[in-house]
């Protein structure tokens, strides 16, 4: 990953943009599913946040027809869960792999950064002293910068 795609996230990171809009990761710009979640698949979902947010009423969204590549070839749709957990929203995006639905590798690293942080990304004001202080939390952000660049789709 060049230094420059690096700074750009890290810009972006620091902009102020609320994480739970931007830049969380959007859906696919690949239309819609054309069959609605089955009853299965909404039991599956909301059990997958559940062990991320117990207790969390979660809106499910219209799930997407394929996915990001770098979800992998088995990915055939992702579906973004928002709920409110103690007054805050809070956001999962899955993805269908091999026929189940699971956390998305892209919201898992970023989720993991928060619980680094103790907050969200765009309430912390030294975000830059602490990745240069906390090697977990550089590692984390690394491989997110580079999850996000191994795509053709965000190196134009």
Not at 56 to 81: D, H, L, M, P, W
Not at 103 to 115: D, G, P, Y
């Amino acid at each position: 990953m060049s230094i420059g795609n690096y700074i750009f996230i890290v810009l972006i990171l620091l902009s102020g943009a609320s994480w739970g809009k931007f830049p969380y990761e959007a859906l696919p710009d690949t239309g819609l599913r054309s069959e609605n979640l089955t009853d299965f698949e909404v039991g599956e979902i909301t059990r997958k946040v559940d062990g991320v947010y117990p207790g969390v009423i979660v809106s499910i969204g219209g799930s997407s027809e394929g996915c990001k590549c770098f979800e992998g070839e088995n990915c055939s749709s992702q579906v973004v869960a928002n709920g409110m957990l103690g007054g805050n929203p809070v956001h999962v995006t899955l993805s269908r792999v091999g026929g189940e639905w699971v956390l998305s590798k892209e919201w898992k690293l970023r989720h993991e950064i928060e619980v680094l942080l103790g907050k969200p990304v765009d309430k912390v004001r030294d975000f830059r002293e602490r990745l240069r202080k906390n090697e977990n939390l550089r590692m984390a952000f690394i491989e997110l910068s580079k999850l996000i660049n191994s795509c053709s789709e965000f190196n134009n």
